[in-house]
T-cell receptor
Framework: AQKITQTQPGMFVQEKEAVTLDCTYDTSDPSYGLFWYKQPSSGEMIFLIYQGSYDQQNATEGRYSLNFQKARKSANLVISASQLGDSAMYFCAMREGGGGGFKTIFGAGTRLFVKA | NAGVTQTPKFQVLKTGQSMTLQCAQDMNHNSMYWYRQDPGMGLRLIYYSASEGTTDKGEVPNGYNVSRLNKREFSLRLESAAPSQTSVYFC?????????????FGEGSRLTVL
């Protein structure tokens, strides 16, 4: 069965420093996709980054990168040069079945606090 | 472009009352989803619809029903609301073509059951 685990309920980081948010997953499907979403205090869900299970390279989107370690079933989000606006909840998510799959499940989330 | 629109945004119910949350998307997406968000538990999938005419249970379907009315609209119904259904509900959609197929979310509907 699909499972997503985020073990850090809260994280603090100093402005301009890098931070890593942990995510581990479990699936028996060889084809799957991994996502990170951001939820600011305003409540909307914002898509950040995607990694496919067959992708050879780690995904990057601006200051976001996904550290994909397939053998360890981990998909950590790295935010470089943190900004005050990065303070938010961050959710890791997984969809089985690659692009044709439908069911997407989420982890419990990590709240990130960026200190000035 | 409106994206994903949910109504109502806020609702207070008494135990046992019924209500329907409406969701519509204008992005021509095939798949639509209903999630609930509770503190410390992330988003949990209630039901989803892979395409028009199909619906499937997610992680927490008990106490809910859904209708995929057409390609644009996917509603969530609480037949007899319980305090345990107090939550923030999110509707989402995605296209099934393309590489990532990320979810596009509505703004959420905050439901309180007294």
């Amino acid at each position: 069965a699909q499972k997503i685990t985020q073990t850090q309920p809260g994280m603090f980081v100093q402005e301009k420093e890098a931070v890593t948010l942990d995510c581990t997953y479990d699936t028996s499907d060889p084809s799957y996709g991994l996502f990170w979403y951001k939820q600011p205090s305003s409540g909307e869900m914002i898509f950040l980054i995607y990694q496919g299970s067959y992708d050879q390279q780690n995904a990057t989107e601006g200051r976001y990168s996904l550290n994909f370690q397939k053998a360890r079933k981990s998909a950590n989000l790295v935010i470089s040069a943190s900004q005050l606006g990065d303070s938010a909840m961050y959710f890791c998510a997984m969809r089985e079945g690659g692009g044709g799959g439908f069911k997407t499940i989420f982890g419990a989330g990590t709240r990130l606090f960026v200190k000035a | 472009n409106a994206g994903v629109t949910q109504t109502p945004k806020f609702q207070v119910l008494k135990t046992g009352q019924s209500m329907t949350l409406q969701c519509a998307q204008d992005m021509n997406h095939n798949s639509m989803y209903w999630y609930r968000q509770d503190p410390g538990m992330g988003l949990r999938l209630i039901y989803y619809s892979a395409s028009e005419g199909t619906t499937d249970k997610g992680e927490v379907p008990n106490g809910y029903n859904v209708s995929r009315l057409n390609k644009r609209e996917f509603s969530l119904r609480l037949e007899s609301a319980a305090p345990s259904q107090t939550s923030v509900y999110f509707c989402a959609s995605r296209h099934t073509r393309g590489r990532s197929g990320e979810l596009f979310f509505g703004e959420g509907s905050r439901l309180t059951v007294l």
